[in-house]
Nanobody, 115 residues
């Protein structure tokens, strides 16, 4: 079955950086569009970054210029480099398919940005 294991979150001061990882099993991330999502307290889950099979990337306006999505096909892992973090980036971050429905969600990784 498909499984995503997110890691790399933590507590960071505003302006800091974190690199999130999403290790996938049961699915090949390199042949499909993958995305990073986040869910802030009291809000719905939102898609913030996608990477296509051809490595084309798209970002939500809220993270554009600060976050970078990438993947390592050999490790079957998707990454999210987050720079210039803001308190409003505080959320639980998840990865999943970006098109054609969702696979079971992982537990996510929590990011807390202090001001």
């Amino acid at each position: 079955q498909v499984q995503f294991v997110e890691s790399g979150g933590g507590l960071v001061q505003a302006g800091g950086s974190l690199r999130l990882s999403c290790a996938a099993s049961g699915i090949t991330v390199g042949i499909r569009a993958m995305g990073w999502y986040r869910q802030a307290p009291g809000k719905q889950r939102e898609l913030i970054a996608t990477i296509s099979s051809g490595r084309t990337t798209v970002y939500a306006d809220s993270v554009k210029g600060r976050f970078t999505i990438s993947r390592d096909n050999a490790k079957n892992t998707v990454y999210l480099q987050m720079n210039s973090l803001k308190p409003e980036d505080t959320a639980v971050y998840f990865c999943n398919k970006a098109l054609s429905g969702y696979e079971p969600w992982g537990q996510g990784t929590r990011v807390t940005v202090s001001s």
